[in-house]
T-cell receptor, first 112, second 112 residues
């Protein structure tokens, strides 16, 4: 079956801009989680959506937001980009939060 | 304080030289310990989930074990293709909920 698809794969944005990343989960998976990965902080949880509702949220500022659609596809938005937002953003889908997660290839965001 | 710690940070092995990676955690009420493998530029790939102390799971040259305080990922007779970063994760309590928390990973290089 098809895996988790993230688009775009690479993005370059300027400070102050906003960006939207997209994630299509594995068919049948209703839980979609987003993560930020940087060399300095490692892999950090942003938030999780289940059936269009945000169920869990990590310790990130309100500039980071997301949503999930009725077909389980999810988007993540970052407003007022800062240089420190440069990272690999990963999406993971699963049946539920406590089950194994399947990750996409990620979106490499560079803020200049 | 609840946390997840992996050791060593980096490990270099010769092909065929068996070793173990460690993931120690402090959390009451474990909701599963997850092992992932991550290749450069890619999203993590799920390997194992362990839920109870004493539980063991195997896959090819990998074997994961769990105690009440730590998990080991044993690599038997590794091959160069086993080179990757190995991540462990547990769900830690945060603000009335549980969020997945990853260790910093062990970077494994297997030399032919």
């Amino acid at each position: 079956k098809a895996g988790v698809t993230q688009t775009p794969r690479y993005l370059i944005k300027t400070r102050g801009q906003q960006v939207t990343l997209s994630c299509s989960p594995i068919s049948g998976h209703r839980s979609v989680s987003w993560y930020q990965q940087t060399p300095g902080q490692g892999l950090q949880f942003l938030f999780e959506y289940f059936s269009e509702t945000q169920r869990n949220k990590g310790n990130f500022p309100g500039r980071f937001s997301g949503r999930q659609f009725s077909n389980s596809r999810s988007e993540m938005n970052v407003s007022t980009l800062e240089l420190g937002d440069s990272a690999l953003y990963l999406c993971a889908s699963s049946f539920n939060m406590n089950t194994e997660a399947f990750f996409g290839q990620g979106t490499r965001l560079t803020v200049v | 304080e609840d946390q997840v710690t992996q050791s060593p940070e980096a490990l270099r092995l010769q092909e065929g030289e068996s070793s173990s990676l460690n993931c120690s955690y402090t959390v009451s009420g474990l909701r599963g310990l997850f092992w992932y493998r991550q290749d450069p530029g890619k999203g993590p790939e799920f390997l194992f989930t362990l839920y109870s102390a004493g539980e063991e799971k195997e896959k090819e040259r990998l074997k994961a074990t769990l105690t009440k305080k730590e998990s080991f990922l044993h690599i038997t007779a590794p091959k160069p293709e086993d080179s990757a970063t190995y991540l462990c994760a547990v769900h830690l309590p945060s603000g009335g909920s549980y969020i997945p928390t990853f260790g910093r990973g062990t970077s494994l290089i297997v030399h032919p």
